[in-house]
Nanobody, 114 residues
Framework: VQLQASGGGLVQPGGSLRLSCAAS????????MGWYRQAPGKQRELVAL???????NYADSVKGRFTISRDNAKNTVYLQMNSLKPEDTAAYYC?????????WGQGTQVTVSS
């Protein structure tokens, strides 16, 4: 199983970015796909996840600004990030949880700065 994340970059406060993460390989019995982030000197934290049944969870800090979605046919999860703030600066990692185990993407850097 491989996860290929993309879409990070440098954006000004108030701007938007869209992250994508495509899963490939032996993909079946998905429990959920999601995004985590880790800022320098901080622990990795959940940003958003979407379960196989469609239930979605967001961190309180991103509610109303970020939207997670999934294309089941492409095994791809997206994170639309709007109204970005400097405190959103972090490496963002996609996560795939299946019955057979857990996998992480390589991380994509998001920097919010003027």
């Amino acid at each position: 199983v491989q996860l290929q994340a993309s879409g990070g970059g440098l954006v000004q406060p108030g701007g938007s970015l869209r992250l994508s993460c495509a899963a490939s390989g032996s993909i079946f019995s998905i429990n959920f796909m999601g995004w985590y982030r880790q800022a320098p000197g901080k622990q990795r934290e959940l940003v958003a996840l979407i379960r196989s049944g469609g239930m979605i969870n967001y961190a309180d800090s991103v509610k109303g600004r970020f939207t997670i979605s999934r294309d089941n046919a492409k095994n791809t999860v997206y994170l639309q990030m709007n109204s970005l703030k400097p405190e959103d600066t972090a490496a963002y990692y996609c996560h795939l949880a299946m019955r057979s185990g857990n996998w992480w993407g390589q991380g994509t850097q998001v920097t919010v700065s003027s």
